[in-house]
């Protein structure tokens, strides 16, 4: 209902509206206001789904990588520290022997020392994303997946698959 006051050569107006919604073909007819909050619902499981995704993918390549990781430092541990391990010794056997000069000891000895640095700090950056694999995956799904394969270990640094 609304109230016109209009010009002096006019008189003052008053509507009244009055709408009355036919009922033919109600059933093939959209309610808008239901259809615009299914949408928003639609929507945000969308959002939901997509984020879910996203999230998993990060996990994925975080596991990926600390599963490199892990082989990695096994393969330190298997080849390159016991050879490393070897020159050291043989270069301290040839300078017994009067063969080989103390700069080659130290230097062999530093080469050491460089490895074994280097499979600590790979044992590091694997511990860092076991914590961010561990901080990602929440405590409910990591109790329901106990006994699955993907089971990580207590200390992932320590051992070697």
């Known amino acids: 209902m609304t109230y016109s006051q209009r010009g002096s050569a006019y008189s003052n107006m008053v509507s009244v509206n009055v709408a009355i919604p036919l009922q033919w073909d109600q059933k093939n007819r959209q309610d808008r206001e239901l259809a615009a ?9 969308a959002q939901r789904e997509e984020s879910l995704r996203a999230h998993i993918s990060e996990v ?15 393969r330190y541990e298997r080849e390159l520290l016991p050879l490393a391990r070897e020159r050291t010794q043989a270069a ?33 950056e694997t511990a860092r994303l076991w914590a961010q694999i561990n901080f990602m995956i929440p405590d409910e799904a990591a109790s329901r997946h106990a006994n699955t394969p993907t089971n990580f270990p207590a200390n992932p640094a320590r051992e070697t698959k």
């Open 37 to 45: 909050k299914l949408a928003l619902a639609d929507q945000a499981e």
């Open 60 to 74: 994925r390549a975080q596991i990926q990588d600390w599963e490199n990781g892990r082989e990695r430092r096994a």
């Open 92 to 124: 301290l056997g040839a300078y017994r022997g009067g063969k080989a000069s103390l700069s080659e000891v130290l230097s062999a000895r530093r080469n050491e020392i460089e490895v074994r640095m280097q499979a600590l700090q790979l044992e590091m």
